[in-house]
């Protein structure tokens, strides 16, 4: 595998269900993020690690719940979500959180019901 | 505030015709640009950047965008189209970190 890449591609879940989305990237980045892509918005960056720890949570409400064990991968756990929760989830890392390009997976499509 | 406008949410062009997307961005120093696409079910592919230097940016897939600073844009070229450039075009600035300001993207539909 290179690049970033997501599983679960799809989920479906209930509100009260839990479920994780994860990301693995293979480039040797020490950054990783997650952001929301809704219909119609723009881009929403909701956490930031860089080494292993939080540097950002972007007002993000607890019921979604980051997990970064190591550089390469990064968890995303949700948690009594909503239907506004519905939205493709994409991960993305940079060498650093410094001004670096960074690198997007394919996405987890969410759809909460 | 940082922002990023991308004017046209909808550009339809027939294959093999010339294509220009359009950027504005708004920020008070040089900001770092960059241009994505993203087609159908995918996550985002970067095109290409600029930071710095020369302000024509060759990318992939045989585009290029200009940075001009006097008109704070940032606009993606391609002298001719092909039906696989069909996806959404994001534009994307950075003020120095790696809090990218995104623009709600321009989609591209191509005609045989």
């Known amino acids: 595998e290179t690049g970033v890449t997501q599983t679960p591609r799809h989920l479906v879940m209930g509100m009260t269900n839990k479920k994780s989305l994860k990301c693995e990237q293979h480039l040797g980045h020490n950054a990783m993020y997650w952001y929301k892509q809704s219909a119609k918005k723009p881009l929403e960056l909701m956490f930031v690690y860089n080494f292993k720890e939080q540097t950002e949570n972007n007002s993000v409400p607890s019921r979604f719940s980051p997990e970064c064990p190591n550089s390469s991968h990064l968890f995303l756990h949700l948690h009594t979500l909503q239907p506004e929760d519905s939205a493709l989830y994409l991960c993305?890392?940079?060498?650093?959180?410094?001004?670096?390009?960074?690198?997007f997976g394919p996405g987890t499509r969410l759809l909460v019901l | 505030a940082q922002s990023v406008t991308q004017p046209d949410i909808h550009i339809t062009v027939s294959e093999g015709a010339s294509l220009e997307l359009r950027c504005n961005y708004s920020?008070?120093?040089?900001?770092?640009l960059f241009w994505y696409v993203q087609s159908p079910g995918q996550g985002l592919q970067l095109l290409l950047k600029?930071?710095?230097?020369?302000?024509l940016v060759q990318g992939i897939k045989g585009f290029e965008a200009e940075f001009k600073r006097s008109q704070s844009s940032f606009n993606l070229r391609k002298p001719s189209v092909h039906w696989s450039d069909a996806a959404e075009y994001f534009c994307?600035?950075?003020?120095?970190?790696?809090?990218?300001?995104f623009g709600t993207g321009t989609r591209l539909k191509v005609l045989a």
């Open positions: 994307a600035v950075s003020a120095g970190t790696y809090k990218y300001i």
């Open positions: 600029y930071f710095s230097g020369d302000t």
């Open positions: 993305a890392s940079s060498q650093t959180v410094r001004q670096e390009t960074q690198y």
């Open positions: 920020y008070g120093a040089t900001p770092y």
